[in-house]
């Protein structure tokens, strides 16, 4: 079996802090981090091969340092990897970065692409099935189970929806975004960590993926991000320590039926 | 391609080092300098340069391609032999970005037996509801829903298609967008028309920590998943009329590639979605055992809320994961939103944070969910909440 598992670099969105001066996004000293729905993808991908024999090729476009993402991913049991790195490929939006991965997926061979079902930066959820309508392949979107049928052709799902779950069938190649509750990733061990540095890593530029330039990057991107601003403040709440709960509990109600809230 | 700096022009003001979200721009001698593999193109920096020595290149704008975009479409969702509350959110929110424009609300209504709510949609303020009723549209799929949505924008050349961020849509709309070669924004929570008449999508990103506002400006339609919940419907005018037209999209079982074989509730019964909800009831940590549920199921119950988790609850199998708040959970924006022990991770807030009142009882007074908190109550849970269910019980007795 061939899978692909794409990952994003991601800064540890609940260490980063915002400036209460200028509003902005203090992100020195934010560690970098796989994205943690991508690391179930790497985890499931490693899981089917352990059991269905194969190779997993796992993919990432980002800057150099994004590299890190990508030895964790080889450390934790990937075979080899895939660098996108190119200044060309800087501000994609959702639209462009599934161009310029299924423009690299098309020329591999593959039976199952996962990816995580968002990432915790941008919280999107549109990479995947963009890529999977690019590849012209079904999807199937917050898997929290899968197994593959007994003929080895199709994979059975759990997806999540908004009530629960629904069981879906679907052959492959398909594309899966995985959700919480796939499995428990593994943490890499000194082994992985020293066998990832001597695993096969290639380096993808625009002029080696073969795209015109101006579909690819900020140019490309159909979307634009006219501007950044913080979270508008909440008035200041009411805080109260709640000495005597029965005087504090008619407070609070007495504030709910002011505001009309039931 | 990208950032165009012009450094002989640049006055070292230092104004967009501070506008920076980013940490792409240092200081560099008298001036500055650009680390573009941190950039991310987002122009704010462009925009208070007092000496215009930044300039972002960017597409340009086919106008008469674009005018012949017309009408604001709404992806409704019907569900159960109802609609989907955000649907009608979003034909209210539909109506004034159309008002706006001068132009018309259209409700999308695709599935099987569902032409009884096309006149709820009109009575809501949109002017026509195209129906595509077909059974083969009873369940949702990706690609016979694809199908049905890509038929009906090809040929009608809408100038905003809206979806609600919900599971369906969240894994409609990107596929559509795809294949049509569009710009898409997710689950957003405003939007706006400006001045040149294009959708102004604002979206929270970073866990909340920061709002985006997007444009689409090169392509048509403009599309975005909304937020349920965000926009509030207005009240329905049962004299309001419009349109209603049938059609018919041919889609053969061959196209639908993946085959629901099972669905599973996993709401139990008397459980309200915490998405659609109007108050949610979300316990943390501090309610401490799975017994202890009873109380906020109790306040729940009275207000006809949602009972929600957040993340270590879930995990732990006290709740159902629908139920479970958060980023890697619902995100919900409810009128009315406690929350019961729960410390306020910046993963919880991203799913909870845009809530119109929040209520947040907690022994720590440091927790940070009181930065967000409408209304604060330091304190033992155990000892306020049965209090709180009294206090309403009373209140409620006496209406």
């Known amino acids: ?262 | 391609m990208g950032l165009i700096f012009d450094r002989d022009k640049c006055t070292g003001c230092m104004l967009c080092p501070k506008s920076c979200n980013f940490g792409a721009i240092e200081k560099d001698d008298d001036k500055v300098k650009f680390d573009l593999d941190k950039c991310v193109l987002c122009g704010s920096c462009e925009e208070v340069c007092p000496a215009d020595a930044i300039f972002i290149e960017r597409q340009i704008i086919d106008k008469e391609a674009i005018a012949q975009y017309k009408d604001v479409w709404i992806v409704c969702e019907p569900h159960d032999g109802r609609l989907r509350s955000f649907s009608y959110e979003l034909v209210t929110k539909g109506r004034e970005l159309a008002d706006k424009l001068g132009e018309k609300v259209v409700a999308l209504l695709i599935g099987h037996e569902v032409e009884g709510l096309a006149e709820s949609l009109i009575h809501q303020g949109a002017d026509k509801v195209l129906v595509v009723d077909d059974k083969i549209l009873a369940e949702y799929t990706t690609d016979a829903y694809t199908i049905a949505v890509v038929s009906l924008i090809t040929p009608r050349k809408p100038a905003i298609v809206l979806y609600g961020a919900t599971s369906n849509g969240r894994d409609l709309a990107p596929r559509v967008a795809a294949r049509l070669q569009l710009g898409l924004t997710a689950d957003c929570t405003g939007l706006d028309i400006d001045d040149e008449r294009q959708l102004v999508q604002t979206r929270p990103a970073f866990g909340g920590n920061i709002m985006a506002e997007i444009l689409c400006p090169y392509t048509r339609p403009q599309m975005a998943t909304v937020r349920p919940n965000v926009f509030k419907p207005t009240e329905r005018d049962t004299s309001r009329t419009g349109e209603i037209e049938k059609v018919e999209i041919k889609i053969s079982p061959v196209q639908i590639r993946t085959r629901v074989m099972e669905k599973v509730s996993e709401i139990t019964e008397g459980m309200i979605s915490v998405e659609e909800a109007d108050i949610v009831v979300c316990s943390g940590r501090g309610i401490k055992e799975p017994a202890n549920l009873e109380l906020p199921r109790e306040l729940a119950k009275l207000l006809d809320a949602a009972v929600g988790g957040s993340r270590p609850i879930v995990d732990l199998g006290w709740l159902p994961p629908t139920q479970q708040v958060g980023q890697s959970g619902r995100t919900v924006s409810p009128k009315l939103y406690f929350a019961l022990g729960i410390s306020g991770a910046i993963q919880h807030c991203a799913g909870m944070g845009t809530s119109e009142i929040i209520v947040a009882i907690n022994k720590d007074p440091d927790a940070p969910i009181f930065g967000i908190a409408d209304y604060g109550i330091v304190g033992d849970i155990f000892a306020i909440l049965p209090e709180i269910i009294a206090e309403i019980k009373r209140v409620q007795a006496e209406r």
Not at chain 1, 152 to 161: D, M
């Open chain 1, 1 to 262: 079996m061939k899978i692909i598992v794409l990952v994003k670099q991601v800064p540890e969105v609940a260490d980063v802090k915002v400036n209460p001066e200028t509003g902005t996004l203090i992100r020195d000293g934010v560690p970098s981090i796989l994205n943690p729905f991508d690391e179930l993808a790497v985890e499931e991908a490693i899981r089917l091969k352990e059991k269905y024999e194969g190779e997993v090729t796992v993919i990432t476009m980002g800057p150099p340092q994004a590299v890190d993402v990508l030895y964790k991913a080889m450390a934790m049991g990937t075979d080899k990897a895939i660098h996108m790195t190119d200044r060309i490929f800087a501000g994609a939006d959702t639209w462009v970065t599934a161009l310029t991965l299924a423009e690299q997926i098309k020329k591999m061979e593959y039976d199952i692409v996962i990816c995580g079902k968002q990432a915790i930066d941008g919280d999107t959820a549109q990479v995947g099935p963009e890529i999977a309508e690019i590849l012209r392949i079904p999807q199937i979107c917050y898997v929290r189970k899968l197994e593959i049928d007994d003929n080895g052709k199709h994979v059975i799902a759990h997806r999540e929806n908004d009530e629960g779950y629904e069981v879906i069938r679907a052959k492959m190649p398909v594309l899966l975004t995985a959700t919480k509750g796939l499995n428990e990733p593994r943490l890499p061990n000194i082994m992985g960590i020293m066998k990832a540095k001597k695993k096969p890593l290639e380096v993808v530029t625009a002029a080696t993926l073969g795209v015109e330039e101006d579909r690819l990057g900020l140019k490309g991107s159909p979307t634009t991000v006219r501007k950044v601003f913080p979270p508008p403040k909440k008035a200041g709440g009411i805080i109260v320590e709640a000495d005597d709960p029965k005087e504090v509990a008619k407070k609070l109600v007495e504030f709910l039926l002011q505001k009309g809230a039931f």
